[in-house]
């Protein structure tokens, strides 16, 4: 059962323009969602997060915006880097009724910027 | 800037041994968990850890795996008979709060042969 979805596998944008990552989510109880960037052999390394009670978070050149109807977020990248090319993934966090929880990642969408 | 450590970096096992999997994660966070990838796949949650005990575990995460905070620095994650399968990306991370971003290390890269 894959609840955190990246249906685009890869993303080529060229340097300075825009790079959208899509995440689709089948959960509505999810409580928090982030976005993380992964270098081959690295850890995933943090990018921005948003509150399931926001639809917009904004850092720099990343922002975040979800869409709770439609069960979608989206990682907006202004203006894409050559750097920023790496293996995206969304990931989502849900609380379950005994005070647990989990990250839950998914497929990751690998982006290349071309300079 | 504080950071999640893995040893080490790559364990080269025969299958059916066991092996531990060691993090040190940063020292004022709570939440503690073990992630893995197999090659080309996706980042796979395995269990998270709090207050010394387990809070959530996936099914991947069965009797062959446990975890142990021994110390109050290092988290570790044993397996106990490895199998080809076990092959992976191991990542160990911790948050500070519920809710606040996870910290991964850099990885043990587990090769069972």
């Known amino acids: 059962d894959q609840q955190v979805k990246q249906n685009s596998p890869s993303l080529s944008v060229q340097e300075g323009r825009i790079s959208i990552l899509n995440c689709d989510y089948t959960?509505?109880?999810?409580?928090?969602f982030l976005w993380y960037k992964k270098y081959p052999a690295e850890g995933p390394t943090f990018l921005i997060s948003?509150?399931?009670?926001?639809d917009k978070n904004e850092d720099g050149r990343f922002t975040v915006f979800l869409n709770k109807s439609a069960k979608h977020l989206s990682l907006h990248i202004v203006p894409s880097q050559p750097g920023d090319s790496a293996v995206y993934f969304c990931?989502?966090?849900?609380?379950?009724?005994?005070?647990?929880?989990?990250?839950?990642f998914g497929t990751g969408t690998r982006l290349k910027v071309l300079a | 800037e504080p950071e999640v450590t893995q040893t080490p970096s790559h364990q080269v096992t025969q299958m059916g041994q066991e092996v531990i999997l060691r993090c040190v994660p940063i020292?004022?966070?709570?939440?503690f968990y073990w992630y893995r990838q197999i090659l080309g796949q996706k980042v796979e949650f395995l269990v998270s850890?709090?207050?010394?005990?387990?809070?959530?575990k996936s099914e991947i995460f069965d009797d062959q795996f446990s975890v142990e905070r021994p110390d109050g620095s290092n988290f570790t994650l044993k397996i106990r008979s490895t199998k080809l399968e076990d092959s992976a990306m191991y990542f160990c991370a911790s948050s500070e709060r519920l809710t606040t971003e996870a910290f991964f290390g850099q990885g043990t890269r587990l090769t069972v042969v």
């Open positions: 850890f709090y207050n010394n005990e387990i809070s959530e």
């Open positions: 948003i509150s399931s009670i926001k």
């Open positions: 990931a989502a966090i849900r609380s379950t009724t005994s005070g647990t929880y989990k990250y839950i």
């Open positions: 959960n509505s109880m999810f409580d928090y």
């Open positions: 020292s004022n966070h709570l939440y």
